[in-house]
């Protein structure tokens, strides 16, 4: 710590032609003691620095010494510093910019600094819900995955116990607004989602990499799988214009528009992990939209209407759909259903009698 400490006084010193003990302490967050040891530590240390008594006086740099970083072009320090920007919550973080920014030639400091104000990073989805959290525990997977050693990881998985296990971290990817480790375990290469690690404990013991393993490779192979699973079953339907824009809302790359149809609808494939979920998640749009094919879509739909009819009762006399039964006759019996042309079964409006 006080390595990165002198580092940074270090640095703070280059940026200024004369700086007291009292900047160095506010600068850095450290009380002036400790400020006044660091900087004789670096003169002690051969460092050329020296101080300078009386008014005026304070810490400098003999004939503008200095460190510097080279290598690195204005676009690639903007590069660096607009990613690293919008992530820089951690004291860590905010430090490392820091040094960063008086290690540049100033030239390139105001640019370095205006990127780093240029983005921001909201962790929470419109309803307020937390979409990046990865848990307490991701600090110590990051430590043990660079300094390659094994945990014994407390895991829940989805519908299952916590389970504890001893794990090989390899790896850290963020994916879709969530983090997962990729470790090898005894039954081979895993993928585990940091939202439900429970616990993370060292173990001290050497991670063994499996042979050739590489990250990027290993992580597409894992996405491929999983993304098979989600595009297993296809669902083929007839939309009415005005509802497309919430089929693309819902099912994004997953939604091919077809042609339109000589009624001005319009036919869709909507691909899933089963038709029987595709199912459920068009049932919201109603009669705004019609399953064709396979079966299993169609009988799944069949049932959801059933069961909510069980629950809300059909509509009652003059109430539009939707509008639950008549508070003073309650629900009706079903009315008779017939097919039209095109081969719907659709049931007839309801008679209204007038009330006086």
Known sequence: MRADRLVATLLFLQTRTRVTVAE???????????????????????????????????????????????????????????????????????????????????????GA??????????????????????????????????????????????????????????????????????????????????????????????????????????WRSFAARLEERLYAATVRARVEPGAMANLERLFGGRLHVGPVLPDGWTEIRVDGPTPEVVAAQLAGLGARIEVLDPPEARERLARLAVELAGVYGPPGPCQPSGTGPSPERGPSPSPSRSPNTAGRWVSPPPRCSARR
């Open 24 to 110: 160095v302490a506010a600068e850095l967050e450290v009380s002036p003691r400790t400020a006044r040891r660091d900087l004789e530590a670096l003169s002690t240390a051969g460092i050329p620095v020296y101080s300078q008594r009386g008014r005026g006086g304070g810490w400098s740099l003999v004939g503008g010494a200095r460190t510097d970083l080279t290598g690195l072009t204005a676009g690639e320090i903007r590069a660096l510093f607009l990613l690293a920007g919008p992530s820089s919550t951690t004291p860590e973080l905010r430090a490392a910019l820091r040094k960063l920014v008086r290690a540049l030639p100033a030239p390139l400091r105001a």
């Open 113 to 218: 600094e205006a990127a780093s104000r240029a983005g921001l990073t909201d962790g929470t989805d419109w309803s307020r819900a937390d979409v990046t959290a990865t848990g307490p525990h991701l600090d110590a997977l990051r430590r043990a995955v660079v300094d390659g050693i094994q945990v014994r990881l407390g895991y829940a998985g989805p519908g299952k116990p916590v389970g504890v296990r001893t794990v090989h971290p390899l790896g850290l990817v963020a994916k879709a607004g969530h983090d997962y480790l990729v470790a090898d375990t005894e039954r081979g290469l895993r993928t585990f989602r940091l939202s439900r690690v429970t616990s993370v404990q060292a173990t001290g013991e050497p991670v063994v990499r499996p042979p050739g393993f590489d990250l990027a490779t290993v």
